[in-house]
């Protein structure tokens, strides 16, 4: 309720819900309490700070070592989910890239892993090496290099 009124000596909860919009968010606001028979008013502070989906991979560096043209290598890293919300995440690739993630988007719940397979498919005979960015929304990116 924005306004009620209070027998003398009697009390009553106040209900107050934070519902950030954007994580990291930071929010401070102040509420009056008015009452006619008090000269001055009290003022209650109410804080929040958003948390977002935070992701971490087990690994930083994926190396392939030498693979044959024409063959293809896979390798497992696992993505974590360290906070209770969900995130949404997607590794930026290139479609014609050596390297592609399955899956290379998706969802994982709140303090779930979810494992990532990496290919490797050279198709040049030479060394490679790629960094790709994971973004998540609503969190800071994250990334692996590869190397094959």
Do not use: W
Request: with cysteine; net charge neutral; aromatic share 10%.
């Amino acid at each position: 309720p924005t306004s009620g009124r209070l027998d003398p000596h009697a009390s009553t909860k106040i209900l107050i819900t934070y519902c950030p919009t954007a994580s990291g968010a930071y929010t401070c606001d102040h509420f009056r309490l008015v009452t006619p028979s008090m000269p001055q008013q009290a003022v209650l502070t109410c804080t929040g700070q958003a948390i977002g989906p935070s992701l971490s991979m087990d690994v930083g560096m994926v190396e392939f070592g030498d693979v044959s043209l024409g063959s293809s290598v896979g390798k497992e890293i696992r993505i974590q989910n360290l906070h209770n919300v969900s995130a949404h995440f997607e590794f930026l690739t290139d479609p014609h890239s050596s390297f592609y993630f399955q899956p290379s988007n998706g969802e994982i719940g709140g303090g779930l892993s979810l494992p990532i397979t990496i290919h490797f498919r050279p198709h040049h005979p030479m060394n490679y090496y790629r960094r790709v960015f994971c973004l998540i929304k609503n969190a800071a990116p994250i990334y692996v290099d590869l190397i094959g």
